[in-house]
């Protein structure tokens, strides 16, 4: 093979693996708030060592710590993750990676039957044997994304027999390596290797799958506190509002009284006067929104209430069934989130107070439930991988809670769809919910 060739071959083998680690990173781990271009720098660099790896012939598991840092580099500078699950996510492509090239470079070694090192530290690969692991590393990375999406979508059959599977095949070939001491061959052994570090690999993504779990079932568990905390506030605030119109029932009749007294003596001024009083001694009473749907009540009321003490104008328009066949706490998950962004950035706005409104509208007809929050805001946002992130003065804000109510509406197979201009933020959900 020519030289020109050789390096035409090694530039696409790194371009296809920085391909396969971008395509990792976007599957397991969040993107925090630096800007793209420093992402894209980063990852260009990463594909700049694979081709010094390649063109250099590097031999195999040489570099596997620069391997190691570089990538786990790369998730602590670019990611918003928690730290474990950042470092769990380069060990699995680190492993994957170096299972796939020990296999490939081993089976295609046997098959021309030439000699194999004592130590796979100094096994050289060839050119065919690159081409193969990285296309073997591709469809596994493919694997493990499948394997995710089947768990998202509650297909957890297949799913969970990586629980047993990569523990067995581990404890079967270290019982098969005893076996091959004894007889002193050296590509079953590299073979048994790779088969270690690939039910390694199954393992690490297992791991993180299941740290992912906990997280989101912690997040649930604060979510579902939070919602009780609003049902108590509530129920307080319809009780409240329950003796202030027992009072003014109570008021009511004296009121009358006084008024017409004022008017039969044509003491009109004073008439008004006091209308005057009793109606601003009424403003304070609480204005409880009570829909029929309780959860959505909550909701609503605590919004509400927040939006009235920021000075936002609140409107709201909502026709839904008393109950909805969706998860409480996923439904807490999507109108809390989007209130709560709404709140926000009105309260980013700057100037007169009087252009800051939110308009929630929520329907459900025909199985579909749709959501609508229509907020002002301060017109600037960063559209980042197709999704958009509102911004504060002076920094940059990472759009966590519009990436949680996504991942919610993913969970139904709804959608959502988010259109800025330059006045208002309107983003707009729709479920279809079969009844139960």
Same mark, same amino acid.
């Given at each position: 093979m020519t030289v020109y060739y050789q390096l035409l071959l090694d530039t696409i083998l790194s371009c296809a693996e920085t391909l396969i680690l971008f395509q990792m990173y976007r599957a397991f781990l969040r993107r925090n708030s630096r800007p793209n271009q420093y992402y894209y720098l980063g990852l260009f660099s990463y594909f700049v060592f694979q081709l010094v790896t390649y063109a250099g012939r590097w031999p195999l598991f040489s570099a596997w710590t620069y391997y190691l840092l570089f990538t786990l580099l790369l998730a602590c /500078?670019?990611?918003?993750?928690? /730290?474990?699950?950042?470092?769990?996510?380069? &060990?699995?492509?680190?492993?994957?990676?170096?299972?796939?090239? !020990?296999?490939?470079?081993?089976?295609?070694?046997?098959?021309?039957?030439?000699?194999?090192? *004592?130590?796979?530290?100094?096994?050289?690969?060839?050119?065919?044997?690159?081409?193969?692991?990285?296309?073997?590393?591709?469809?596994?990375?493919?694997?493990?994304?499948?394997?995710?999406?089947?768990?998202?979508?509650?297909? &957890?059959?297949? &799913?969970?027999?990586? #629980? &047993?599977?990569?523990?067995?095949?581990?404890?079967f070939i270290v019982i098969h390596q005893f076996y091959l001491r004894t007889i002193n061959q050296t590509a079953p052994f590299y073979l048994s290797e790779s088969g270690i570090l690939m039910c390694t690999s199954f393992a690490l993504f297992y791991l993180i799958d299941k740290t992912e779990m906990i997280d989101e079932?912690?997040?649930?568990?604060?979510?579902?506190?939070?919602?009780?905390?609003?049902?108590?506030?509530?129920?307080? *605030?319809?009780?409240?509002?329950?003796?202030?119109?027992?009072?003014?029932?109570?008021?009511?009749?004296?009121?009358?009284?006084?008024?017409?007294?004022?008017?039969?003596?044509?003491?009109?001024?004073?008439? !008004?006067?006091?209308?005057?009083?009793?109606? #601003?001694? *009424?403003?304070?009473?609480?204005? #409880?929104?009570?829909?029929?749907?309780?959860?959505?009540?909550?909701?609503?009321?605590?919004?509400?209430?927040?939006?009235?003490?920021?000075?936002?104008?609140?409107?709201?328009?909502?026709?839904?069934?008393?109950?909805?066949?969706?998860?409480?706490?996923?439904?807490?998950?999507?109108?809390?989130?989007?209130?709560?962004?709404?709140?926000?950035?009105?309260?980013?706005?700057?100037?007169? #107070?009087?252009?800051?409104?939110?308009?929630?509208?929520? !329907?459900?007809?025909?199985s579909f439930l749709i959501i609508k929050v229509t907020n002002s805001y301060n017109g600037q946002y960063i559209l980042k991988e197709n999704q958009y992130e509102s911004v504060k003065k002076g920094q940059h804000f990472c759009g966590i809670g519009l990436s949680n109510v996504r991942t919610t509406v993913e969970k139904y197979d709804g959608e959502m769809k988010v259109t800025p201009n330059e006045k208002e933020f309107v983003v707009t959900v729709m479920l279809m919910l079969l009844g139960n």
């Open positions: /500078l670019f990611f918003a993750d928690a /730290l474990q699950i950042k470092i769990l996510v380069t &060990y699995l492509f680190v492993t994957l990676h170096y299972s796939c090239k !020990l296999a490939c470079s081993t089976f295609f070694m046997a098959l021309k039957h030439a000699d194999l090192p *004592s130590v796979p530290s100094n096994l050289i690969q060839s050119p065919l044997s690159q081409i193969a692991a990285c296309v073997v590393f591709i469809l596994f990375t493919w694997l493990f994304i499948y394997f995710r999406s089947m768990r998202r979508h509650n297909k &957890y059959n297949l &799913y969970s027999a990586i #629980t &047993y599977l990569a523990p067995a095949g581990i404890l079932a912690s997040e649930r568990s604060l979510m579902a506190s939070k919602l009780l905390e609003h049902q108590k506030d509530y129920y307080k *605030s319809v009780e409240k509002s329950q003796h202030e119109v027992a009072a003014m029932r109570h008021d009511l009749k004296n009121h009358l009284h006084c008024i017409a007294s004022f008017i039969e003596l044509e003491q009109y001024q004073d008439a !008004l006067h006091y209308i005057d009083e009793i109606y #601003t001694d *009424s403003r304070h009473l609480s204005s #409880t929104v009570n829909i029929g749907n309780n959860l959505i009540s909550i909701l609503l009321n605590d919004a509400k209430e927040r939006a009235s003490l920021n000075n936002i104008r609140m409107t709201v328009n909502v026709m839904v069934p008393p109950d909805l066949p969706i998860d409480n706490v996923d439904l807490c998950i999507i109108l809390g989130n989007l209130l709560d962004n709404a709140q926000e950035a009105c309260c980013r706005m700057e100037g007169d #107070t009087e252009d800051r409104f939110i308009d929630v509208e929520i !329907l459900f007809k025909k």
